[in-house]
């Protein structure tokens, strides 16, 4: 087989992999992985008793090791299938903690932004302002009243 033939094959691997949705829950989920590693231990152990020089059905039947290992592998292949079999969990961030974080920023920029709001919000905390009529003494008429006041205290002054 040539060379390119070779690297063809292994990047259709690659992508079948990439593909599989099995490897990629494989990846991603690291329960599943554990529980599947506990497995392999677990049955690897118990091979390894089994093949003891005893006859098998007799270690099945005498030997409490192995069947606290064969226990256990089983248990740990139950839930890497259960794993398996339901759709992956989505985590939820923040909550309730993320949700009041985000309304108080929203309210800040709310009341930094709109005028009438800002307004109101101070009318709330320290109540509403009293509204008058300012109406400014012109030079005009100052004058005027000045000049009027000026021959009635020339007069009292005379008088």
């Known amino acids: 087989m040539t060379a390119k033939g070779k690297l063809g094959k292994a990047s259709d691997a690659a992508r079948a992999a990439q593909q599989n ?4 829950r494989l990846i991603a989920d690291e329960k599943l992985r554990a529980n599947l590693i506990t497995a392999y231990g677990a049955a ?3 091979y390894g008793r089994m093949s003891n020089g005893k006859p098998a059905t007799q270690a099945l039947f005498e030997d ?16 890497a299938s259960d794993a398996l079999r339901e759709p992956p969990k989505r985590r939820r961030r923040g909550g309730v903690k993320r ?3 985000l309304l108080v920023v929203a309210g800040i920029l709310a009341l930094a932004l709109s005028d ?15 509204e ?3 109406s400014s003494v ?10 009027q006041e000026q021959p ?8």
């Not at 409490?64 to 839930?79: D, F, G, M, P, S």
């Open 21 to 24: 949705r099995y490897l990629q």
């Open 44 to 46: 690897r152990g118990a």
């Open 64 to 79: 409490r090791k192995l069947q606290r290992e064969l226990k256990e592998a089983a248990n740990a292949l139950r839930q």
């Open 99 to 101: 949700m009041l974080m």
């Open 116 to 130: 009438e709001l800002r307004s109101k919000a101070l009318d709330m905390l320290f109540g509403s302002e009293e």
């Open 132 to 134: 008058f009529d300012y």
């Open 138 to 147: 012109s030079t005009e008429t100052f004058n005027s009243q000045s000049a």
């Open 152 to 159: 009635a205290a020339a007069s009292a002054s005379a008088g």
